[in-house]
């Protein structure tokens, strides 16, 4: 008897700070918990922290104008360092401190290792990066959403440039053997070979994090490749890249979102000069984009990194989405992202069925004097 007692007092104290916090901020009582989760460690960090700080900065405004619903929104941080072994039991932490919603994760193999859990757990999860096909086309995940294109539209891209305006006839097509990589890779030899343009004289997968690639790049020049298409991050490429230069070759290499970051040009240092990259389009002229920018620079002291404004417009979209839903049940929040647009530094934005966002694209860049360029 006692030991219930003591539980019911213990509650009411809870209960009674609850209600004092809320009376103090202004915010109903419970808060709207939005997950953040990504690659805040290790080598693709400069990937997942600009999402983090994308959601602070959205979540910092929303709440100092009332929140959402009147319900303060609460950041819920979680770092899966880009590791599909990691994800899982990140979900599982943000599930059970009873997240709402989820801004995440950043890499494909991490994101498809976690979407289970947060299906099972019916939560909304968007993606500001994660662009494997299969994470919308399988209709395994229907509460998954990603403010990025798919890999296809990437690899199209990739190979109709290769094809159309570098003219090149035998490509060697590489990849990290990650979901993401590998993928984008598969669709880049399949559009090639269907093309009948040009031939695709290697298709290799290389280990993440080997030190040295000298094996691959001795391949790629002994089957006389005139351009290297390559799935993957810019660790490895910014290797590869080296090591080619080293060797005196100049083939084109042409690559996607996972190198087109300021890290690679810094690691790969003037061999960088020259890279193809695809990547979001260019925005930076949209009002939305050069306040979210500003702001950033303004809070952080730095230029926003990869996938910032694909990040701050993924948490516009989802707290719109409950805003308008009138609640975070999931089916609400996902019909409400499907039907409702919303402005964001993207532009304004609704979701397809299979939720892709309508309306965004990729963008060939170069490397020149040191800065990625957009192409037109």
């Known amino acids: 008897m006692k030991t219930l007692v003591n539980n019911f007092l213990?509650?009411?104290?809870?209960?009674?700070?609850?209600?004092?916090?809320?009376?103090?901020?202004?915010?109903?009582?419970?808060?709207?918990?939005?997950?953040?989760?990504?690659?805040?460690s290790g080598d693709l960090a400069s990937y997942g922290i600009p999402s983090a700080r994308a959601a602070e900065l959205v979540v910092k405004e929303?709440?100092?104008?009332?929140?959402?619903?009147?319900?303060?929104?609460?950041?819920?941080?979680?770092d899966d360092a880009c590791k599909p072994e990691v994800a899982t039991n990140t979900a599982t932490r943000l599930i059970s401190q009873g997240v709402h919603l989820?801004?995440?994760?950043?890499?494909?193999?991490?994101?498809?290792?976690?979407?289970?859990?947060?299906?099972?757990?019916?939560?909304?999860?968007m993606s500001p990066s994660a662009t494997n096909p299969d994470l919308t086309q399988s209709g395994r995940y229907p509460y998954f959403f990603r403010t990025i294109a798919s890999?296809?539209?990437?690899?199209?891209?990739?190979?109709?440039?290769?094809?159309?305006?570098?003219?090149?006839?035998?490509?060697?097509?590489?990849?990290?053997?990650?979901?993401?990589g590998k993928g984008l890779a598969e669709f880049a030899k399949k559009f090639l070979e269907e093309s009948g343009r040009a031939e695709v004289v290697l298709?290799?997968?290389?280990?993440?994090?080997?030190?040295?690639?000298?094996?691959?790049?001795q391949k790629i020049k002994r089957f006389k490749a005139e351009a290297v298409i390559y799935g993957g991050y810019h660790p490895e490429a910014a290797k590869i890249v080296k090591q080619m230069r080293k060797k005196q070759m100049k083939i084109?290499?042409?690559s996607d979102d996972g190198v087109k970051d300021d890290t690679f040009i810094k690691v790969a240092g003037k061999n960088a000069?020259?890279?193809?990259?695809?990547?979001?389009?260019d925005v930076s002229a949209n009002p939305m984009a050069v306040a979210a920018n500003e702001a950033h620079k303004k809070e952080y002291g730095t230029e926003p990194g990869a996938f910032f404004l694909n990040a701050y417009s993924a948490a516009l979209a989802l707290l719109n989405a409950v805003e308008k839903a009138g609640t975070t049940d999931c089916n609400a929040v996902a019909q409400a992202l499907r039907t409702e647009y919303v402005e964001t530094p993207l532009g304004k934005i609704r979701f397809d069925e299979r939720g892709d966002t309508i309306g965004i694209g990729f963008s060939m860049y170069q490397v020149r004097d040191g800065v990625y360029v957009e192409l037109k």
Do not use: W
């Not at 808060?31 to 805040?40: C, D, E, T, W």
């Not at 498809?112 to 939560?123: E, Q």
């Open 62 to 78: 929303i709440n100092s104008k009332g929140g959402v619903l009147g319900r303060e929104v609460q950041l819920l941080v979680e």
């Open 273 to 281: 000069e020259g890279v193809y990259a695809t990547g979001p389009k």
């Open 102 to 125: 989820v801004l995440g994760h950043i890499c494909s193999g991490a994101t498809k290792s976690a979407l289970g859990i947060y299906t099972d757990s019916r939560i909304v999860t």
């Open 203 to 217: 298709y290799e997968g290389v280990t993440p994090g080997a030190m040295d690639y000298s094996a691959v790049v």
């Open 252 to 254: 084109v290499f042409i």
């Open 151 to 180: 890999d296809d539209v990437q690899a199209r891209l990739e190979t109709d440039f290769a094809l159309d305006v570098l003219k090149v006839k035998k490509v060697a097509v590489i990849h990290d053997k990650g979901d993401y």
């Open 10 to 40: 213990i509650t009411m104290t809870i209960c009674m700070v609850a209600v004092f916090v809320s009376v103090e901020t202004g915010f109903a009582l419970e808060p709207v918990k939005l997950g953040v989760a990504g690659a805040h």
